[in-house]
């Protein structure tokens, strides 16, 4: 099949940057998103040019490298997938394909594709961790946790933290991320002995990477690779409400 690309080109974080037109002829609808991007390298190295910049690791929805926004959308039109698993079969003959790196304040543009999301990192720093020794591995039934919140906690551990809610959000929010964050510690017992210190440092962290407000349009989680519910917001929002209630009574 032919397509035609247009791809966001940017030297640098100080250079502006523009959308450069390429077009690739004879390429597979097999291949995925990423190896066409391989295929169109390849042919810029043999004419001398430089390469496009993007970010990539497992290229198996795991690692949330491949931040990707693709026709106007967090890792392209295809719903409940990572930018690495969308194939070329999902677009027709002659097609013009969009592809511009994430567009948050928070996460600047590092070269051409790629930006720097360690932003999220900090915000896991903060608190998205446990402190509790864990020792060697307890017996399965050691700490009961019933069908039903063991599965909450497993759905919210499926953050891959890639920033596609980020990107989908009009007002650059990172309610989604760190929902799913504080969700997955806070339903589990192991996750208690922070709580409450760990929802209000990631929050704080949160604003304090410049990350925009909650208005609830829902954009972020119709967009999330990993479907993560809006429901962990509204856990987000009880856990910190309870957090301030309890710092205020104890000051
Ligand atoms: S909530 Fe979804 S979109 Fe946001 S970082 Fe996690 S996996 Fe990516
Ligand atoms: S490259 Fe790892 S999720 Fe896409």
């Given amino acids: 099949m032919k397509i035609h690309l247009k791809i966001w080109r940017q030297k640098n974080s100080e250079t502006p940057g523009k959308m450069v037109d390429y077009t690739l002829d004879e390429i597979s609808p097999e291949i995925s998103f990423l190896e066409m991007l391989d ?4 042919d810029l190295l043999k004419k001398g040019e430089e390469p496009v910049a993007f970010d990539h690791d497992c290229r198996e929805g795991i690692c949330g490298m491949c931040s990707l926004y693709i026709n106007g959308r967090s890792h392209g039109t295809e719903q409940g997938i ?6 070329l079969r999902s677009f ?5 394909i969009y592809v511009e790196p994430w567009r948050a304040q928070p996460f600047p543009v590092i070269k051409d594709l790629i930006v720097d999301r360690s932003a999220f990192d ?3 720093q903060a608190g998205g961790y446990i402190s509790v020794n864990t020792g060697s591995a307890p017996d399965a039934n050691a700490i009961p946790i019933s069908r039903e919140v063991a599965k909450e906690a ?11 809610c980020v990107a ?3 007002n650059a929010s990172a309610m989604l991320f760190v929902a799913a964050k504080v969700s997955h510690l806070a339903l589990l017992p192991q996750g208690q002995v922070e709580k409450q210190s760990r929802v209000e440092k990631m929050v704080a962290q949160m604003d304090k990477e410049g990350f925009g407000a909650c208005t609830n349009t829902g954009a972020c989680s119709y967009e999330c690779p990993k479907n993560i519910s809006l429901s962990h917001i509204a856990r987000l929002n009880r856990e ?7 710092s205020k009574h104890l000051s």
Avoid: M, S, V
């Fill in 39 to 42: 295929i169109l390298n390849e």
């Fill in 82 to 87: 990572t930018a690495c698993q969308l194939h």
């Fill in 92 to 96: 027709k003959e002659d097609d013009t």
């Fill in 122 to 124: 900090r915000i896991i």
């Fill in 154 to 164: 497993f759905e919210a551990a499926d953050c891959i933290g890639c920033g596609a």
């Fill in 168 to 170: 989908a959000c009009k």
């Fill in 240 to 246: 910190y409400l309870t957090a301030k209630l309890a």
